[in-house]
C-alpha cells in the first residue's frame, strides 16, 4: 500500500502496524492498524499531510479528539490516543469492523421496519448522551454510522464538526456547517429564531431514516442550495406515500422528526428514543398490529395529501413557493372590502351632505 513516509513513521513510534486502508473523507484518509502489543485492531483517522499544517483543520481535529474524549457510549467510537506532534496527526479509535450506512445505502440494501427502528433508536440514545454533554453532533449522515458485522451493533463516529456549548471559535455566528443533504432547517437559516440544538441532529438523522426505508432521499435536489431550499420550504413526501406498508406509527415518529420548525419536532433524543423502544416493544410482540387499519394514538402534524401523486418521488419536492391562501379566504376578504368600502362610501355621504 502506498502510504506517506511519515504516516507510517508516526504509526510506527506508536507501535501500530498498518494493514490497509478503511475510508477517505473530507479531512484525512482512515487507516486500520493493530497494536503491535496489545494486538488491538484501531481505525487511525489522519488528517491528510497538505491539511496538518492548516491551524483551522489541526485546531477542528483537536477538538474532535477532546469531544471524543468526553464521550463513553457503547454506541459511539471509543478514543483509544491522539498523536498531535510533529507532521501527522491521528487519532486511534475503536475499529469497528462491518460496514457503514453510506455503503448500505448504495448497495440498496432492504431494511426491514423494526430495523430501522432498532438502529434510530440507538442513535437516539447515543445522541442522548452527547446532549446531556452540551455536544452537538453536527454531522448525521450515512457515512458516520457504523454497523458491527457480527453483533449488529449500531456505532456512531466522526464528531470533526461537533460544538459544545462552551465553543464559538471555529464557527463564525450564521456560518452553516454539515452535510447539505442532512442539515435541519435552523442549520440552514434563521427564520425559526432559535440557535440549532439537539433537535438539529434529530432532524438529520430523521433524514438518515427516511432514506434507509424508502431507498429515496426526502431533499436531494440537482445541486446543494435547491437541496437546501427543499430543507427548508419543501414538502417530504409522506413515508406511506413512498411505501404503504410502512407502519402508520412508525411513519407519524420519523416524518416528525423533519418538522421543519424544531418546536413542532421531537423534543429530545430520550423523548425520540422512547417513542421507538415502545413501538418497537409493541411490534414485536404482535400487539396492536400495526396494520394500515389500525387507528394511529398520535396525530401526524402534516396530514397525508387525500390523492396519492402517483410516481412522484421525494427528489421532485416541489421547489419553494410562497405559502398560498385558500380561494374561498380571498374571496370573502375581496366581498368584506367591497361591503366596508361601500358602508364607508355611504356614511361620507350622510356626513358631507
Ligand atoms: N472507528 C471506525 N471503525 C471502522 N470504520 C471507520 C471508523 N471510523 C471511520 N470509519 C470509516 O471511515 C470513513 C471516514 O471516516 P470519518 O467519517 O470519521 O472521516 P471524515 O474525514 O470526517 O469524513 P467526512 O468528512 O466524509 O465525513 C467512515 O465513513 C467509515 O466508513
Ligand atoms: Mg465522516
Known amino acids: 500500500m502506498q502510504v506517506n513516509e511519515a504516516i507510517r513513521s508516526a504509526f510506527d513510534k506508536h507501535n501500530y502496524e498498518l494493514l490497509g486502508e478503511i475510508g477517505r473523507g473530507g479531512m484525512g484518509v482512515v487507516y486500520l492498524g493493530q497494536h503491535r502489543k496489545l494486538g488491538r485492531r484501531v481505525a487511525l483517522k489522519t488528517l491528510t499531510p497538505d491539511r496538518s499544517t492548516k491551524e483551522n483543520s489541526i485546531r477542528r481535529f483537536h477538538r474532535e479528539a477532546k469531544t471524543f474524549a468526553q464521550i463513553r457510549h457503547p454506541n459511539i467510537a471509543n478514543l483509544f490516543e491522539f498523536e498531535d506532534q510533529g507532521a501527522v496527526q491521528f487519532l486511534a479509535l475503536e475499529y469497528v469492523e462491518g460496514t457503514d450506512l453510506e455503503r448500505e445505502r448504495r448497495k440498496r440494501r432492504k431494511w426491514k ?8 433508536a440507538k442513535l437516539s440514545d447515543a445522541l442522548d448522551h452527547t446532549h446531556k454533554k452540551g455536544i452537538l453532533h453536527r454531522d448525521i449522515k450515512p457515512g458516520n454510522i457504523l454497523i458491527e458485522k457480527n453483533t449488529n451493533r449500531v456505532v456512531l463516529t466522526d464528531f470533526g464538526l461537533a460544538k459544545g456549548d462552551q465553543d464559538e471559535s471555529l464557527t463564525a455566528a450564521g456560518f ?3 452535510t447539505p443533504a442532512y442539515m435541519a432547517p435552523e442549520q440552514i437559516t434563521d427564520q425559526f429564531g432559535l440557535k440549532p440544538d439537539g433537535r438539529a441532529d434529530l432532524f438529520s438523522l430523521g433524514t438518515v431514516a427516511y432514506e434507509m426505508l424508502t431507498h429515496k432521499h426526502p431533499f436531494l435536489a440537482s445541486d446543494d442550495l435547491n ?3 427543499n430543507i427548508v ?3 417530504v413526501t409522506p413515508l406511506r406515500d413512498v411505501d404503504p406498508a410502512i407502519p402508520p406509527e412508525l411513519a407519524w415518529i420519523l416524518e416528525n422528526m423533519m418538522e421543519k ?3 413542532n419536532r421531537v423534543p429530545d433524543a430520550a423523548t425520540l428514543s422512547q417513542r ?3 413501538w418497537l416493544a409493541k411490534f414485536r410482540s404482535g400487539e396492536g398490529g400495526f ?3 389500525t387507528p394511529v394514538p398520535y396525530t401526524p402534524l402534516t396530514p397525508a395529501p387525500t390523492s396519492r401523486a402517483s410516481g412522484s418521488t421525494p427528489q421532485q419536492a416541489p421547489s419553494p413557493t410562497p405559502a398560498r391562501m385558500p380561494i374561498g379566504l380571498i374571496i370573502g376578504i375581496v366581498i368584506g372590502g367591497v361591503v366596508l368600502l361601500g358602508v364607508g362610501v355611504a356614511i361620507g355621504v350622510v356626513l358631507f351632505k
Open 113 to 120: 421496519y423494526d430495523e430501522v427502528a432498532e438502529i434510530i
Open 176 to 178: 452553516a456547517v454539515g
Open 227 to 229: 437541496t437546501m431550499r
Open 233 to 235: 420550504n419543501g414538502k
Open 261 to 263: 420548525d424544531p418546536k
Open 276 to 278: 421507538l423502544n415502545t
Open 291 to 293: 396494520t394500515p387499519t
